[in-house]
């Protein structure tokens, strides 16, 4: 049923006229009216009729003549669009919108260096130039030139400080070209010109972050919110920086504060959960997990959350259902792999722990962790044989990887092969000296070798 007070008298009476076949007049201020009414309403082709008829009422209209080109790029008749904006110049050749249709009308058709030139001509007679430096930097996106779309977005915020836009596009390309120092200059630089700037502050926070600067980000952050308490994406990356530097009780508290009523973001309250299994307070934790899935049933981190939880309070029945749920949704994931093999283990199910690494080797086997990982778990075992053969492999398909060498050295000396492990042990040491500490804490059995503890005499 049509809501007559939303509907603006114009329209149901030219929706009356149309019905009935007479002939159609309104001045041009009602017509504007009729074409963005349908437009709001996303009746695009109303929209276009209207625009046809208006511009046969008023053929010299400028506005009219405008809203129907642009109307006929958003059908794809750019070419027809194209001529209508030229005819258009020529009855007003200092007008700035029909320069700036016809930048977008370039970039439609992926024409983006006459859609820079058109911008550029737009620029010095615009109401916001700033927004147009902003469009000429994501023409040079689309080109791939990150040096142009960087400089263009420094000229946006020369002009206006608080250009979310340009900010939030000036940090997608510091993040997409991992120019992390570059990132932090530009928002210090931005925050020197203007100090109370929300996103400036939050943004510095990120680059902190990827940095791996955590203090300086959560001093970021806090500037941030403190010209914004309410800044929802700040709240959230204090919270992350907070579980990066451990202290997840307080991560906790932050994540909660990005958090509206009934908020329906299930990323949130993963982190959460995550934050509580870190506490080792895994009944929260899985109160969270399954908050995530209810929200998002696919969402693969949370059912392997479900399943550490379970995992750790003695649930293995349960822990191997949803690592597999886990894993069903994220198939090639190698955590989730060689998780589920450890759980494998656990149960003494070895069959399908070794298929399982397996499957973890084909789907990635340049991750020297999973080759450690499932040689360790047969170690464990006292599968000294098989553990030497899986690193064997893992030679072969990492040649020169100290830690593989250290491991292997380590099961060798573990299962009384002296001299084949002092060979090991001799060309780990040659490529890294600090590998020795890896060992020693994931193999303690070796602290009481005493062909381990003679070889290291004669390495120093």
């Known amino acids: 049923m049509k809501d007559n007070f939303s509907v603006p008298w114009q329209v149901d009476k030219y929706e009356a006229l149309s019905h009935q076949k007479e002939s159609i007049y309104f001045d041009v201020d009602d017509f504007e ?5 349908y437009l709001v309403m996303g009746s695009y082709k109303q929209s276009l009729n209207a625009a046809e008829i208006a511009c046969g009422v008023h053929p010299a209209s400028i506005p009219l003549m405008l809203k129907k080109a642009q109307l006929l790029a958003t059908f794809n008749k750019e ?64 080109l791939g030139n990150f040096d142009k779309t960087l400089e263009y977005l420094d000229k946006a915020l020369k002009v206006n400080p608080d250009n979310d836009l340009a900010i939030y596009e000036a940090a997608y390309c510091f993040d997409l070209l991992s120019l992390t120092e570059e990132g932090i200059t530009f928002f210090q630089q931005l925050i020197d010109r203007n100090p109370y700037s929300t996103e400036a502050w939050f943004n510095l926070g990120v680059s902190y972050i990827n940095a791996g600067l955590y203090e300086k980000a959560l001093e970021a952050l806090e500037y941030s919110l403190a ?12 919270g992350y920086t907070l579980s990066l530097l451990n202290r997840h009780q307080e991560a906790i508290v932050a994540y909660k504060e990005s958090m509206a009523e009934g908020d329906s973001d299930p990323m949130k309250h993963y ?12 009944h929260s934790a899985k109160t969270c ?27 293995t029945a349960g822990a191997i259902r949803h690592l597999e749920k886990g894993l ?73 990887r100290s830690n593989i060498l250290y491991f292997m050295a380590a099961i060798l000396f573990l299962s009384g092969k002296k001299q084949e492990a002092g ?38």
């Open 79 to 142: 070419d027809h669009a194209l001529e209508l904006l030229a005819t258009l110049e020529n009855l007003d050749p200092f007008n700035n919108d029909v320069v700036l249709t016809r930048a977008a009308i370039y970039s439609q058709l992926k024409d983006y260096q006459k859609a820079i030139e058109e911008y550029n001509k737009a620029v010095f007679g615009a109401d916001e130039p700033d927004f147009v430096y902003c469009n000429i930097a994501i023409e040079y996106e689309n």
């Open 227 to 238: 010209i914004d308490h309410r800044h929802e994406h700040s709240w959230f990356h204090k």
């Open 33 to 37: 009216e009729i074409i963005d009414h």
């Open 328 to 400: 069903s949704l994220d198939p090639e994931n190698i955590n989730y792999l060689c998780l589920l093999a450890n759980t494998y283990f656990t149960l003494d199910q070895h069959d399908e722990a070794q298929s399982t690494y397996e499957k973890a080797i084909k789907a990635d086997p340049e991750d020297e962790e999973t080759w450690l990982e499932y040689a360790e778990a047969l170690s464990n075992l006292s599968q000294w044989d098989q553990a030497q053969q899986v690193l064997t492999r893992g030679i072969e398909s990492l040649p020169g």
């Open 423 to 460: 060979f090991f042990l001799e060309e780990a040491y040659h490529h890294d000296t600090e590998g020795l500490n890896t060992i020693r804490v994931r193999f303690p059995k070796l602290k009481e070798n005493l062909a381990f503890l003679e070889a290291l005499d004669n390495l120093s």
């Open 289 to 315: 997990y399954l908050n995530s899935i209810r929200i998002d049933p696919e969402l693969a981190d949370a059912w392997v959350g479900i399943g550490i939880c379970d995992l750790e309070t003695g649930n």
């Open 271 to 282: 982190y959460i959960g995550e934050c509580h299994e870190k506490l080792e307070d895994y």
